[in-house]
Nanobody, 114 residues
Framework: QVQLVESGGGLVQPGGSLRLACVAH????????MSWHRQTPGKERELVAV???????NYDDSVKGRFTITRVDSTNTVYLQMNSLKSEDTAVYYC????????WGQGTQVTVSS
């Protein structure tokens, strides 16, 4: 059974930091491209950051220089380090694993507010 389990969300003040983690179960993790997406009510889910099987990364312009995506294949984990958070980063953040199939986590809420 494939399962992606996210953690690390919460409430943080503007300018603060959070680190999200996503642990994958039931897949050959190193064969998958991993990414983080986010969604706010009434809007489509949007790509935030992606890390390929070879470690190459790409980011949405809105988070470049503030967010960093990394992966640790030995623990089947992908991370999203989020710094200098802004109120517009508030969203539910989802982990995605993509190869021949695509899998999603259940999401973790990130709220940036004073």
């Amino acid at each position: 059974q494939v399962q992606l389990v996210e953690s690390g969300g919460g409430l943080v003040q503007p300018g603060g930091s959070l680190r999200l983690a996503c642990v994958a179960h039931g897949i050959a993790f190193k064969e998958f491209h991993m990414s983080w997406h986010r969604q706010t009510p009434g809007k489509e889910r949007e790509l935030v950051a992606v890390i390929g099987r070879n470690g190459g990364t790409n980011y949405d312009d809105s988070v470049k220089g503030r967010f960093t995506i990394t992966r640790v294949d030995s623990t089947n984990t992908v991370y999203l380090q989020m710094n200098s958070l802004k109120s517009e980063d508030t969203a539910v953040y989802y982990c995605n694993a993509l190869a021949d199939s695509a899998y999603w986590g259940q999401g973790t809420q990130v709220t940036v507010s004073s």
